[in-house]
């Protein structure tokens, strides 16, 4: 019997002992448990939030490159624009170009013909001035041969 209660009573606290290492297995498998939930919570919470990031970062890239497409066909738009107006306004500064020269042409030619008649009229007048001289010339001559004949043409107009 001694024997058998200590077989009971180190049966009791084997058992006790049992009980406190399954106690203390118990409890630091619900806080390994707990910490892995927690972990597992923190990680899908962190995949959530990649994944909204990058669902975010997708949308924003769609939305950029929206814009830039818009961007680009306004300034598509802006350089068709102003060349057109440029070439309209190559095209009008020619046509007055060739307006201006045109009536720099008529002009000049306009001049070309008054400078003919200066001229004409200039040589003329030096034709008339030649004979003029000349006459003169003759006239101062024959005073200066005149006082013979001035006599003689007395004479005549006596008789």
Sequence with gaps: RVHGDLTAKGYQRELKQRDAITLQAASRFAEE????????????????DEKAISS??????????DQLATVEKRLAAQVYHHSSELAEMQKQHA????????RLQTQLTQLNAELSRV???HSKHMEELTLRSQSHLAALQGTVDQPARQGKETNAEVC
Excluded: F, G, M, P
């Design 95 to 102: 046509a007055e170009l060739s307006i201006s020269e045109e």
């Design 56 to 65: 975010a970062l997708r949308q924003d890239k769609i939305y950029l490159n």
């Design 119 to 121: 001229r004409d009229t």
């Design 33 to 48: 448990r707990a910490q892995l939930k927690s972990l597992i919570q923190q990680h899908l919470a962190s995949v959530a």
